[in-house]
């Protein structure tokens, strides 16, 4: 079954300075992946996601962006973090199959100050 | 267009109660239907879909849920609750994949579900 990774878990930055979040996938080979943010522990709002190697949707217009270097990374970049980018980030893979349900990291908790 | 509610904030139960945790939802054509558990400051668990067949979907932990599409719903239920229940739970859908974009699941905002003892 699929294991996902992802690091840092906590990290706190300044308003201004870059982001990278990084996501390994193993136990499943060509996945969807995703990355959402969690606000204020609740609803989840889809972010990015990519379907294969260096192919990347964005679904709302913002100050992050994301990459897919190799089939099992995928990393979640700024150049110059907002006090809004607080929150939870997840990023979350398909598994073997097509009925679609996802597996999730255990999270990157961000807060910028 | 496709969504997904989930009516109660928070869903309140005493231990070895029965629970409830309400879904309904609106999608075009046949749904895939998911519920999550989310622990505090973890990731989301997958707990059991609905794809087709048997109304009635059993999961982990002892939870099930029903589908219902006359009332397009998929409850969460679990016979008798335990303070170790108490999380975030999500419910989602994604349309039929033969039905065209597939590569997204519609999320409820999620239930707070406290079992006290």
């Known amino acids: 079954s699929q294991t996902i990774h992802q690091w840092p878990a906590t990290l706190v930055q300044p308003v201004g300075s870059p982001l990278s979040l990084e996501c390994t996938v193993e136990g499943t080979s060509n996945p969807n992946l995703y990355w959402y943010r969690q606000a204020a522990g609740r609803g989840l709002q889809l972010l990015f996601y990519?379907?294969?190697?260096?192919?990347i949707s964005s679904e709302v217009p913002q100050n992050l962006s994301a990459s897919r270097p190799q089939d099992r990374q995928f990393i979640l970049s700024s150049k110059k973090l907002l006090l809004s980018d607080s929150g939870f980030y997840l990023c979350?893979?398909?598994?073997?199959?097509?009925?679609?349900?996802?597996?999730f990291g255990e999270g990157s908790r961000l807060t910028v100050l | 267009a496709q969504s997904v509610a989930q009516p109660e904030d928070q869903v309140n139960v005493a231990e070895g109660n029965p629970l409830t945790v309400k879904c309904t939802y609106s999608v075009s054509g046949n749904p895939y239907l998911f519920w999550y558990v989310q622990y505090p400051n973890r990731g989301l668990q997958f707990l059991l879909k609905y794809i087709t067949g048997d109304n009635l979907v059993k999961g982990s932990y002892g939870f099930e849920a029903e589908f219902n599409k006359s009332q397009t719903s998929f409850h969460l239920k679990k016979p008798s609750a335990l303070v170790s229940d108490s999380a975030l739970y999500f419910c989602?859908?994604?349309?039929?994949?033969?039905?065209?974009?597939?590569?997204?699941?519609?999320w409820g905002l999620g239930t707070s579900l406290a079992v006290n003892p």
């Open positions: 989602a859908v994604r349309e039929n994949p033969n039905a065209g974009n597939n590569r997204k699941l519609i």
């Open positions: 990519s379907v294969g190697i260096g192919q």
């Open positions: 979350a893979c398909t598994g073997q199959g097509n009925t679609g349900e996802l597996f």
